[in-house]
C-alpha cells in the first residue's frame, strides 16, 4: 500500500522555498510608467531630473578672503545651495566653497574658481 502524502505538508514547502528564494528590491529592475504615477511618483520624477541637472562644486582656498568672494561671485550668478567650510572644521586644511551647480553654469563656475586661483 502506497503511503499518504501530506498535501499541506508539500505546499507550505514549495511556498517557504519561494519565499527565501524571491528577487529583493535592490537587484530589481524598476520601470518608471508615467500612467501608473502619483503625484509623489511625480515629484520623485522631478526631483531626480534637477538633480541630474547639477554638478557637486568644492573649491579650496588657502585665504579666508579669496574664499568669501568667491562664495559672493557664485551667489551673484544665482546658484544655489553656496556655502564656506572654514578650516576650524574637523578634517578640513582649507577654507572650502562648495555648491550644487547647474551644468549648463559649469564653465563659467570653473573659469571664476581659475581667475581665484582655487584648487580642486
Known amino acids: ?9 508539500a505546499q507550505s514547502s514549495e511556498d517557504a ?12 529592475d524598476v520601470e518608471y510608467s508615467e500612467e501608473l504615477a502619483d ?11 534637477a538633480a541630474d541637472a547639477r554638478a557637486q562644486l568644492n573649491v579650496q582656498f588657502q585665504h579666508d ?3 568669501r568672494l568667491f562664495e ?3 551667489q551673484a550668478l ?3 545651495g553656496v556655502r564656506m ?3 576650524s572644521n574637523p578634517g578640513m586644511a582649507a577654507y572650502v566653497v562648495q555648491a550644487d551647480v547647474p551644468l549648463e553654469l559649469m564653465s563659467q563656475v570653473n573659469a571664476v574658481a581659475q581667475d581665484h586661483h582655487g584648487l580642486y
Open 65 to 67: 578672503v579669496e574664499a
Open 78 to 80: 544665482r546658484i544655489d
Open 17 to 28: 522555498f519561494a519565499s527565501n528564494h524571491l528577487p529583493t528590491g535592490k537587484s530589481e
Open 85 to 87: 567650510i572654514d578650516p
Open 39 to 49: 503625484a509623489e511618483d511625480l515629484a520623485a520624477q522631478a526631483r531626480a531630473e
Open 72 to 74: 559672493m561671485k557664485l
Open 1 to 9: 500500500m502506497p503511503t499518504p502524502t501530506n498535501k499541506n505538508h
